[in-house]
């Protein structure tokens, strides 16, 4: 099939190369002149394991193209996929602008029997609300909902063996046209209306950003009572009825879904008259949780961080990704900056001009008072530290994310502090 893809961001550029790799012709519209060079001479602009071998495949069979002109990408597509921002404005709500744009730009540029088929997560409503926009125009295209699933780190993946594949249509017709460009993959699929493939997707990153709260408040329990949460997340996943996933804790929430999709579902249920508290709830405890991170740090750093060095290991939001849009990281030594620390960080992949960057993680603990886990990157585990302890100035850890061994860092005269972990 010809496939539009409008937005070569994070979700535009995976489902692309996906669909291409499926055997689908896909044209890929993108506004930033820049990426789309990029993206042409075979640079991928986003860290994601997996993304540049499903691109260069693509484009090798000839199956995948990048073009500046929205209207020169839609040309001859039967199915115009919309993966556009929908930043959170300044009320909590998704802001729709670029999608109401693209449409308004693309109305009147598809062929008879096109469908728009929206992957951007929007507030449930929006599909029948942008039904209205086409017809408003005139156009001749029909519209459904497909929202997508991916986890930044783990997209390819995703893609290739997907959960689920959700379509919201109003004509049956029309979801098992989206289905079908995914009839090689051994997925199930949801058929429903529009309304309800959007709240699927708010529900579903609500629920996890309240499940990974959760487990943040349960470490902070443990901690208080003199549990060790290792043992109580691996005795509580192992019933059935809750399962192992989502119960690590850590600083907070970050990446662009999580922290938007649950403001802009509070400010979905206002609109229909419900107070969500619980979620409210949910969004005060993932501020609290950085808030608690950032107190550990200055406790051991002696009571204070004016003056003090602390050294930062991952500015990512999570491990895989080097995304750090709403990063807890970069949230807690903002923080920390603010009560006067000094933060050097370190990242394999991510990089953020607020923050000094080393290039490698013991250089980063150079004459640092404490050492601050903040990104669960798999390399950090086996960092020599012996060399650690002789680089720094200090002597504690605070590891955010309980990925090292405690034994092993107090072996060579550490002190270390976790989460929820007060005999570990």
């Not at 709500?93 to 109305?107: S, T």
């Not at 051991?300 to 290991?313: H, I, Q, S």
């Not at 990281?329 to 953020?352: C, F, H, N």
């Not at 886990?373 to 086996?382: G, L, M, N, R, Y």
Request: charge should be negative; proline fraction near 5%; hydrophobic fraction near 45%.
């Amino acid at each position: 099939m010809n496939i539009a893809i409008i937005g070569a961001g994070y979700v535009g550029l995976v489902t692309g190369a996906g669909l291409a790799n499926l055997g689908h012709q896909v044209r890929l519209g993108e506004a930033n002149a820049d990426r789309v060079e990029l993206l042409r001479g075979g640079g991928v602009p986003i860290y994601e394991q997996g993304l540049p071998d499903l691109l260069s495949r693509a484009t090798e069979r000839d199956l995948l193209s990048f073009h500046t002109s929205n209207k020169e990408a839609v040309t001859g597509a039967g199915f115009v996929f919309l993966s556009l921002p929908t930043p959170e404005g300044d009320d909590g709500r998704a802001d729709l602008r670029y999608v109401h744009a693209v449409i308004d730009e693309l109305a009147n540029e598809v062929d008879e029997g096109t469908l728009f088929v929206v992957k951007s997560t929007v507030p449930p409503g929006t599909v029948a609300s942008l039904r209205k926009r086409l017809a408003d125009h005139g156009s001749p295209a029909r519209i459904v909902s497909h929202p997508e699933f991916l986890r930044e780190g783990k997209a390819v993946e995703d893609f290739m063996e997907p959960d689920r594949i959700v379509v919201g249509a109003w004509d049956e017709t029309d979801a098992r046209a989206v289905a079908d460009l995914y009839r090689t993959l051994d997925a199930p699929v949801v058929i429903t209306d529009p309304t309800s493939a959007e709240m699927i997707k708010y529900a579903s990153n609500a629920y996890l950003a309240t499940r990974l709260t959760f487990v943040n408040t349960l470490a902070n329990v443990c901690e208080a009572v003199g549990a060790d949460i290792i043992d109580v997340v691996a005795g509580l996943g192992m019933d059935h009825r809750v399962g192992p996933h989502f119960l690590q804790p850590g600083p907070g929430y970050g990446g662009s879904c999580f922290p938007k999709d649950t403001s802009a579902l509070i400010a979905v249920a206002e609109d229909a008259g419900y107070d969500f508290e619980l979620l409210r709830a949910v969004i005060e405890a993932d501020e609290e949780q950085r808030r608690r991170v950032a107190d550990k740090v200055r406790q051991a750093a002696g009571g204070g961080l004016r003056g003090r060095r602390v050294a930062m290991w991952g500015v990512a939001f999570k491990a895989g990704t080097d995304d750090v849009r709403e990063s807890p990281a970069v949230r807690i030594a903002a923080l920390l900056q603010a009560d006067g620390a000094e933060v050097v960080a370190y990242d394999p992949e991510a990089s953020t001009d607020a923050l000094i960057m080393a290039s490698d993680p013991v250089s980063a603990t150079a004459d640092a008072d404490v050492l601050l886990i903040a990104t669960e990157w798999p390399e950090f585990v086996t960092v020599d530290m012996s060399a650690v302890a002789a680089a720094m100035r200090g002597h504690r850890v605070v590891d955010s994310r309980n990925i090292l061994d405690p034994k092993k860092v107090r072996a060579v005269g550490l002190d270390y502090w976790g989460l929820g972990r007060p005999g570990a």
